[in-house]
């Protein structure tokens, strides 16, 4: 029989829990659910768990699938849950937090667990299991409270699957972005700023590269760039339903005896700017673009170099527009992602319509309405997408990108989302040409996203060799002796005076020496000159994979190099 990985991955992380609650009979389990790829459990032992533990645990996992213990489901009164895990308090919290008056209970040999249910048969089906680490998390996320151990795993339906996921993972083990980032000298993280980056110089060309190509990308379909303040009065964010629902994810401060955020989205400023004076329909849509800087409180334990951290740059956009123009703009907005993401070196793109979460503000006509929007948008640009239920913002739904790097790897990353709440909350209108008044819609999004997590996931889908445009060094000049030092500089100079980024290794090691380093800078072109290539005016371009051109002039390099960063 044929399983979906979701019953794979669930069914692994009741396998682990039985594992541990073999070899450490005293843990008390809280929740184990599947992820993307694999599984977690997550639980209160009476000795703390190492790496070292892992090869037992996998073993005795091992074990259990060779015993191929049947997988039972059943449905019991809660009086009769409250009996089976009266020892276990975090059950018994989850047990009363169930709306039903019955809840499921999972069975292999002798070990049972609370369950919503979907597994496989056996044990037995459980081959291709690989754990992988042992982290630190609180109960339910709650810095204050319980703090737990987790094991995560990953899980596939066959051993060969596994196999070729963790070759992937090795692969991208030697290609991560942190790795990268010290090699090259982009940015650090330190300890007087606990996930807040520190960009290098040549982490910020990168940046700027970014940040330029969106904006005047922007400005050919007409947007207008704003920038609105890093700190705002919390009662905007109470007005905007932040401080209500993000505020565990947001950093405050006392202003003369006024409490203060610093702003996590960037939102709430471009509704303040629309309403600075009253609008005309003719005025719309108004297209309002910011590198909104942001701030959110991220719990330690899942802070991961760039992709993962407490401070980032959005591109972020604000569309404001009536009813019947929002199909249009979205239509517009999907065409300026795929030529970004055409541009940045991604053609595989997957589209996700993300639906009203149970968190949600607003009249959910107001929620179906939006999504009937997103999806029309989507069809009439000639796209295909899936649904992701329950998982949109809590004031709108949204769509999801998600993109496949050079490994195989999936990552979401740009959004729009459509906003009936915010302008109900703000009271954004406009002077309809009857003269009435009108509720204008809110159209969000953000195309790279996060730029620091865009850089991470650039870092890595190119292995460090970024393209021409992006890279910090486009071009280094390598000299054989000092004799020709006098010709390196002319061409040097040459190709700064046209703002090709480029400069020249000085130093006394051989020519191999300096292209050994260039390589491992991951420079695009190297420009080697000796005594024939002096005497001829040209250089020998030797590229980043190795290949070698002959005689090129400059002017046919500056010629390249514009082509390249068109």
Known sequence: MKYELE????????????????????????????????FFYDFLASTTMREEDLPALEQRMREIVQ????????????????????NNPFKLELIEQIPDEVVGIATQGDFADLCRGGHVASTGVL???????????????????????????????????????????????????RKLGKEMDLFSFQAEGVGFPFFHPKGMIIINELKEFMRKLLQDYNYQEVSTPMMLNESL??????????????????????????????????????????????????????????????????LHGLLRVRAFTQDDAHIMCTVAQMESEIVTVLKLIFITLAKVGFENVKIAVATRPANAMGDPAAWERATEVLKSAITHSGHTFTIKE????????????????????????????????QPENFDLSCVASSGQRERVAVIHHAIFGSFERFFAILLEHYKGKLPFWLSPIQARVLTITDDERAYGDQVLAALKQERIRADSDVSSDPLAGK???????????????????????????????????????????????????K
């Open 7 to 38: 019953q794979i991955r669930h069914s692994s992380a009741h396998l682990l829990a039985q594992a541990i609650s073999e070899l450490f009979p005293d843990t008390l389990f809280t929740i184990g659910p599947a992820t993307d790829t694999g």
């Open 390 to 421: 329950g998982e949109g913002a809590f004031y709108g739904p949204k769509i999801e990108f998600c993109i496949e790097d050079s490994m195989g790897r999936q990552w979401q990353c740009g959004t729009i989302q459509v906003d009936f709440v």
């Open 127 to 177: 081959k291709g299991i690989k754990l992988l680490n042992v982290s630190g998390v609180y109960w339910r996320g709650d810095k204050d409270k319980q703090q737990l151990q987790r094991i995560s795993g990953v899980a596939f339906a066959t051993e060969k699957e596994l196999e070729a996921f963790l070759k992937q993972r090795e692969e991208a083990l030697k290609y991560d972005h």
């Open 515 to 565: 292209i050994k380093s260039a390589q491992l800078e991951r420079i695009p072109w190297m420009l080697v000159i000796g005594k024939k290539e002096a005497a001829a005016g040209t250089v020998t371009l030797r590229n980043a994979d190795g290949t070698q051109e002959f005689g090129l002039t400059v002017a046919e390099l500056i010629k390249r190099a514009r082509e390249l960063t």
């Open 67 to 86: 015993r191929d213990l049947p997988i039972t489901f059943k449905t019991v009164s809660k009086d009769e849950a409250r009996r089976l895990f009266k």
């Open 237 to 302: 964010w109470k007005r905007s339903g932040h401080a209500s629902y993000y505020r565990e994810n947001m950093y405050f401060s006392t202003i003369d005896e006024t409490v203060h955020a610093i702003k996590p989205m960037s939102c709430p400023g471009a509704f303040l700017i629309y309403n600075n004076r009253p609008r005309s329909y003719r005025e719309l849509p108004m297209r309002l673009s910011e590198f909104g800087h942001v701030h959110r409180h991220e719990l330690s334990g899942v």
